[in-house]
């Protein structure tokens, strides 16, 4: 079921959301029901885009991409629904590379991009293209059109994303993780002007992996550069509740790392520039002492608590900003 959208005007403010893929595009999901479109954008990591098949997958966009088309596997949270697989069981029956799965339906998508890719449009030219072609009013842009890839060091030696997560299934122990191609990646354009805009109201960082959704696209320098000297409220949600992760492998590779799966993490991750994090009510004893903590109720299981921590979210970027300006709360 495609999203529907807030008709309520809050004038000619814009909000920018940095997300990855499940558990980023929840929140995302809430803001569109909270928001009109013209009101937020949407920069999605490409940490995760890899060329396979001769074609360029983009996970992370592609699900949320799909999620506000109202055309994603409901049970999944990624991939298409009333999906088949033909083109996977040909490829494997006839001993093709068939450890990715790309259902049908996504195979078309794929296709379509590697011709606008082909045709001279950029990454993001060719993602706007095929958001508007599924109905999304929404302004999403993959945050570079440079390529960003998330690489890992492993006990099983060098490992790409996709690798790890897809085809290892997040088994091996994680010992770092590398962003090739951040040190001479630029931002998107449309990522770049919306930074830049006199009607940026504030900058969300959702409740995405840290490590594996939110660091490729913070490795890029013009990014965290620009959010380090920006006048409007940088807000971040946690994905981490009571030590765990709500979605993927944060808790394993936090671990692995040698860091203490706790909310607080993130604060101090996204530290020079994030002006306030949004942590569960399971995590509230942070916030005693540390007024960069507010706590919310995070876990977003129905499409009213998504509205509800995007209205939480909003209300602390508009708090924030009275608070700069001098206005009372």
Not at 68 to 91: I, K, N, T, Y
Not at 281 to 296: G, M, Q, S, Y
Request: charged share 20%.
């Amino acid at each position: 079921m495609t999203i529907a959208m807030s008709t309520n005007d809050p004038g000619s403010a814009r909000y920018l959301a940095l997300c990855g893929g499940i558990g980023g595009v929840k929140l995302v999901c809430g803001l569109a029901q909270v928001l009109p479109p013209d009101a937020l954008v949407v920069a999605v990591n490409v940490g995760d885009d890899f060329e396979h098949l001769g074609l360029t997958i983009c996970p992370d966009f592609d699900t949320v991409l799909y999620t506000l088309a109202g055309v994603v596997h409901p049970q999944q949270g990624w991939g298409r629904a009333d999906e088949s697989l033909g083109v996977m069981e040909e490829l494997r029956r006839l001993g093709g590379d068939g450890w990715f799965t790309l259902g049908d339906r996504d195979v078309a998508l794929h296709l379509l991009r590697r011709q606008l890719l082909d045709n001279g449009l950029t990454l993001s030219q060719a993602n706007a293209d095929l958001a508007r072609r599924l109905g999304v009013p929404l302004a999403l842009s993959p945050v570079s059109d440079q390529p960003v890839r998330t690489t890992l060091d492993t006990d099983e030696g060098h490992l790409a994303f996709q690798h790890y997560f897809v085809r290892r299934r997040c088994e091996p122990v994680v010992r770092s993780i590398r962003y090739e191609g951040a040190e001479t990646a630029t931002l998107a354009p449309l990522i770049r002007d919306t930074l830049t805009s006199p009607q940026l109201a504030g900058v969300i960082v959702c409740p995405s992996n840290p490590y594996l959704s939110i660091e490729p696209m913070l490795a890029i320098a013009e990014l965290r550069a620009r959010l380090r000297t920006l006048q409007a409220p940088v807000i971040a949600v946690s994905p981490i509740v009571a030590g765990s992760a709500i979605k993927g492998p944060t808790a394993k590779i936090m671990k692995e790392l040698g860091v203490h799966p706790a909310a607080d993490v993130i604060a101090n991750l996204y530290g020079d520039f994030l002006d306030a994090v949004l942590i569960d009510e399971a995590d509230a004893a942070l916030a005693t002492n540390d007024p960069r903590f507010v706590v919310a109720s995070t876990i977003m299981r129905t499409s009213e608590h998504k509205a509800t921590l995007a209205r939480e979210c909003i209300a602390l970027i508009q708090r924030l900003q009275r608070s700069r300006t001098g206005e009372s709360r």
